[in-house]
C-alpha cells in the first residue's frame, strides 16, 4: 500500500512540476490526479481483502470456441510468478487468424499493486493515428486503458483494467478490430466477480 502511494505521489509530482504545462492547467491535473490517487488508495484496500480468483476457475471460464476460432491451451498467466492470479489463453482459426487473452486479477495483496499502472489511463482522453498505426485511450466507466491497431501488419493490441480489478490483455492476429471487441463481450468477464 505504502508502495502503491509513493508510486502515485511521485507521479502526481512529475506532472505538476512539468515547465511545459500551462499554470492552470498544471493545476487542474495535479487536482485530478491527487482526487484518482484518493480512489485508487481506498480501491487497493478494498482489492488486497479481495480473495482472487482461482486457477481452476479462470481455466474453466475460458470457452471452448470464440468467434469462430477453437481454443489451442490454456497456461499460467503471465504474472502468476509474482503470486498475482491470472491465466492466458490462445485461439486460433483455419483462416490464420488467432487471438491471445490474457486475464489478471487485481485482487488479492500482490494482485493489487497491479491495478495502480493503470492510473495515468485515468487522465487521459486522447489517442494518435498514423499511416501504419491507430491508439485509442479507453477511459469510461468500465475499463481504463489503450487500443492499438497496427494497420500493415493487420494485428490489434487491447489492454485495459475492467471495473479496477481484472487487468486484460487481447493480442489478435489477422483479425478486425469489431470482432476482437465482440470476443471480449463474450468472455463475460463479469463472472468471474462471483
Given at each position: 500500500m505504502?508502495?502503491?502511494?509513493?508510486?502515485?505521489?511521485?507521479?502526481v509530482?512529475?506532472?505538476?512540476?512539468?515547465?511545459?504545462?500551462k499554470k492552470?492547467?498544471?493545476?487542474?491535473q495535479t487536482?485530478?490526479?491527487?482526487k484518482t490517487v484518493?480512489d485508487l488508495?481506498?480501491?487497493?484496500?478494498?482489492?488486497?481483502e479481495?480473495?482472487?480468483v482461482?486457477?481452476e476457475?479462470?481455466n474453466?471460464?475460458?470457452?471452448k470456441?470464440?468467434?469462430g476460432?477453437?481454443?489451442?491451451k490454456i497456461?499460467?498467466?503471465t504474472?502468476s510468478?509474482?503470486?498475482?492470479?491470472?491465466?492466458t489463453?490462445?485461439y486460433e482459426?483455419?483462416?490464420?487468424s488467432?487471438?491471445?487473452v490474457?486475464?489478471?486479477?487485481?485482487a488479492?495483496?500482490?494482485g493489487?499493486m497491479?491495478?495502480?499502472q493503470y492510473?495515468?489511463f485515468?487522465?487521459?482522453?486522447t489517442g494518435?493515428?498514423?499511416?501504419?498505426?491507430?491508439?485509442?485511450?479507453?477511459n469510461?466507466?468500465t475499463?481504463?486503458g489503450?487500443?492499438?491497431v497496427?494497420k500493415t501488419?493487420?494485428?490489434?493490441?487491447?489492454?485495459?483494467?475492467y471495473k479496477d480489478?481484472?487487468?486484460?490483455?487481447m493480442q489478435?492476429d489477422n483479425i478486425?478490430?469489431?470482432?476482437?471487441?465482440d470476443a471480449?463481450?463474450?468472455?463475460?468477464v463479469d463472472?468471474?466477480?462471483?
Open positions: 505504502k508502495t502503491t502511494l509513493k508510486i502515485l505521489g511521485l507521479i509530482l512529475m506532472i505538476s512540476c512539468n515547465p511545459k504545462n492552470n492547467d498544471n493545476v487542474d487536482v485530478k490526479i491527487g484518493q488508495a481506498e480501491q487497493s484496500q478494498d482489492l488486497k479481495t480473495e482472487p482461482s486457477e476457475m479462470l474453466n471460464w475460458f470457452p470456441t470464440l468467434q476460432m477453437e481454443l489451442q497456461v499460467k498467466g504474472l510468478g509474482y503470486g498475482i492470479s491470472g491465466a489463453a490462445t482459426g483455419s483462416d490464420k488467432r487471438l491471445v490474457n486475464v489478471n486479477d487485481g488479492g495483496e500482490k493489487m497491479l491495478t495502480s492510473i495515468t485515468k487522465n487521459l482522453n494518435s493515428e498514423t499511416d501504419t498505426k491507430s491508439e485509442k485511450i479507453l469510461n466507466n475499463m481504463v489503450v487500443e492499438t497496427y501488419e493487420k494485428k490489434v493490441l487491447i489492454n485495459f483494467l480489478r481484472f487487468a486484460i490483455n489478435a478486425e478490430k469489431q470482432v476482437v471487441w471480449f463481450e463474450k468472455l463475460k463472472n468471474l466477480f462471483k
